[in-house]
């Protein structure tokens, strides 16, 4: 193929996914839902873009907030969304589906007058589909005289271009008005106006994929065989039948019929799978794969999709595919399998990062005794932190690259800030621990897991804990089965853990090699987060860290820095040593930036503006001295 700026681009349904986190049950009775990004075209886009595609994204979306989600959801997935656009006076469609058995998967759309079906022929523009290798289009997108013009234009465009056009034939009969509303589930009514439809299509087709009753709909036959005979003398398509479990057949135009089994692997959830086959197949042919190697990647992602909830976040990232391809043993269930599994979070949920800059002010009993001595209320604590808020604002106005700053805030006191920082987008750390409590105990005497239901999704999970690894067994071991239990608790629930450990004031010697000892004991037992925050370690030390972390789960975002309330210069020496190791992804410091200006405003010595300009300062100072140390 000719090299083009992308690879794909995806032209159709671009919806929301409410998944009932219920199952085994009817959706009349789901309570929780979980939101994803959806639609077949929006789905195989992330796909790609996981596997490392250069896919874009051509529909529309509401001009509301289910819109901006959709947008930015394919935006973090690494989805080029320069074409995808608003449709003023639309909503952004609604999928609500759960998973009553496995086989039974309700689910209604919520599409009257939806955004994506008002994509017509002038959101079409030709340089964009001549820039691509491939253009791939959904049967849906045929359903409406608008949405039909639009594609017939792109096609127009690609076969002008040489690029090459694949049709997902994608069909639902309720969203051509053939079933009842909540009729989702519906796969298959014959109707001669879809077929007329797809047929119109199919001379300019290079691939055309389905399901045996998609198929059946393209070919206009309730015979397969009939219906594949059918298409061919349309055209010149390859064509692929997804056989689900079985896996599926590859027909050439020209040469031998292809058949690839499919993985055993045990069925979870099939909605999305055909999205995530798509998705490899095309993966493996933008490789000039054969036949056989498209269909194989393309089961390989369809059996990860499978065994997990939700469509779009199922889709597998190219490390997560090599390493399920590489196994000597296919794992009947890939999402309990415990490496699989933090490939699919650490490849798929996290975000390269470059350096942070954060201000780290969850501190309650430090300011709580600070108040205590000046004979103030605990409730000038919110004040304060309110305060420190503004200055990390001023910081972030006038440093050229604001979205490196970062904060860690507590629910005690600091909830509203936690509520501010979220809404200006900042890295936001929230903490979970009891301060200064060994064994670690949290917070909220409630299950982890129920208190970070309730967190903003892109809040970080801080939780400190003073750690040794020679500690006595009763401790060591409360203390690594209440860490064990929250990073089960993050996992679930798809949230970052920023592990703080604390070495020192243990009551056991520390030297090079205590704080790798203790990192090594949490990899262990299976416990990988996504941030370390750790005391600043000595020039020999380092090696000993960037080795556990390399051995263990060189996905980690990295290592940030702690300040133990220590002066500038202290902080300066530690940041020379640490600015050259890969892994110490920048700071984390709290007192050494507020502890002045907390002591004077509390005892009246200086007022809020003073605050605020203190804490700017200082922050901003502690910024420049790690950036003058970084190659």
Same mark, same amino acid.
């Given at each position: ?116 079906? =008002?994509?017509? $022929? *002038?959101? %079409?523009?030709?340089?964009?589909? @001549?820039?691509?290798?491939? &253009?791939?289009?959904? /049967? #849906? ?92 003398? =349309?055209?010149? $398509? *390859?064509? %692929?039948?997804?056989?689900?479990? @079985?896996?599926?057949?590859? &027909?050439?135009?020209? /040469? #031998? ?109 430090? &300011? ?264």
């Amino acid at each position: 193929m000719t090299e083009r700026s992308l690879d794909v681009i995806c032209l159709g349904r671009a919806t929301v996914d409410l998944y009932g986190q219920q199952s085994g049950g009817r959706l009349e009775d789901m309570q929780t839902f979980a939101k994803y990004v959806g639609g077949s075209s929006a789905n195989v886009a992330v796909g790609l873009a996981r596997l490392g595609a250069r896919a874009s994204m051509l529909t529309r979306v509401g001009d509301e907030q289910m819109g901006t989600f959709v947008r930015e959801a394919l935006a973090t997935a690494g989805v080029d969304v320069t074409h995808v656009r608003t449709a003023p006076g639309r909503l952004t469609g609604l999928v609500v589906l759960g998973i009553a058995a496995r086989d039974q998967y309700p689910h209604i759309f919520f599409r009257e007058n939806c955004a994506d079906m =008002a994509l017509d $022929a *002038t959101d %079409v523009d030709e340089s964009h589909i @001549a820039s691509s290798r491939l &253009l791939a289009i959904t /049967g #849906t997108h045929l359903s409406t005289p608008t949405t039909a013009a639009a594609v017939h234009r792109a096609v127009g465009y690609a076969r002008r271009h040489g690029t090459r056009v694949v049709l997902d034939v994608d069909y639902r009969p309720v969203l051509w008005g053939l079933a009842a509303a909540g009729d989702g589930a519906n796969r298959y009514v014959a109707s001669s106006v879809v077929t007329a439809a797809v047929a119109e299509l199919l001379p300019s087709c290079d691939l055309v994929v389905g399901t045996e009753e998609e198929i059946r709909i393209a070919g206009g036959a309730a015979d397969t065989d009939v219906a594949v005979a059918n298409i061919r003398a =349309a055209g010149q $398509a *390859t064509i %692929v039948v997804k056989r689900g479990a @079985a896996g599926c057949t590859v &027909l050439p135009h020209v /040469g #031998t019929p292809v058949d690839v089994q499919g993985f055993p692997v045990e069925v979870f959830n099939t909605l999305g799978a055909g999205d995530a086959f798509l998705a490899g197949f095309l993966h493996a042919l933008l490789q000039d794969g054969d036949w056989n190697t498209c269909a194989r990647i393309g089961n390989a992602c369809g059996a990860l999709a499978v065994s997990r909830h939700g469509c779009a976040p199922a889709l597998p990232s190219a490390i997560e595919l090599s390493d399920f391809l590489g196994r000597d043993v296919t794992p009947r269930q890939p999402d309990r399998d415990s490496r699989l599994h933090h490939l699919h979070v650490a490849t798929t949920t996290r975000r390269p990062r470059s350096d942070l800059y954060v201000l780290a002010f969850d501190h309650r009993r430090q &300011l709580e005794q600070l108040a205590a001595s000046c004979g103030l209320p605990a409730d000038r604590i919110r004040v304060f932190k309110g305060l420190v808020a503004d200055a990390v604002d001023r910081v972030a106005d006038r440093l050229p690259q604001a979205d490196r700053l970062g904060v860690i805030v507590d629910d005690r006191y600091g909830e509203e800030v936690l509520a501010r920082m979220t809404r200006a987008g900042r890295w936001t750390g929230r903490a979970i621990e009891v301060p200064g409590s060994r064994p670690v105990e949290f917070e909220s005497r409630e299950n982890c897991g129920l208190q970070l239901l309730g967190w903003p999704a892109k809040h970080v999970v801080k939780c400190l804990v003073f750690y040794h690894p020679d500690d006595a067994l009763p401790l060591r071991l409360a203390q690594e089965r209440r860490i064990t239990g929250l990073w089960r608790d993050t996992v679930r629930l798809e949230r970052e853990l920023l592990l703080e450990v604390i070495v020192t004031n243990c009551g056991h010697p520390v030297d090079d090699t205590t704080v790798a000892r203790s990192m090594q004991r949490f990899y262990n037992l299976g416990v990988r987060p996504a941030w370390w925050k750790l005391e600043p370690p000595t020039r020999d030390a380092w090696p000993r860290i960037v080795d556990a972390i390399e051995a263990n789960d060189p996905h980690c975002n990295g290592v940030l820095l702690l300040g133990l309330d220590a002066p500038e210069h202290v902080l300066g020496a530690s940041f020379e040593v640490a600015a050259p190791v890969r892994q110490c992804r920048g700071f984390a410091v709290g007192r050494s930036i507020f502890g002045a200006a907390a002591r004077d405003w509390m005892r009246h010595a200086i007022d809020d503006a003073a605050v605020v300009d203190d804490i700017a300062t200082r922050y901003r100072r502690l910024i420049d001295l790690w950036r003058s140390q970084r190659p």
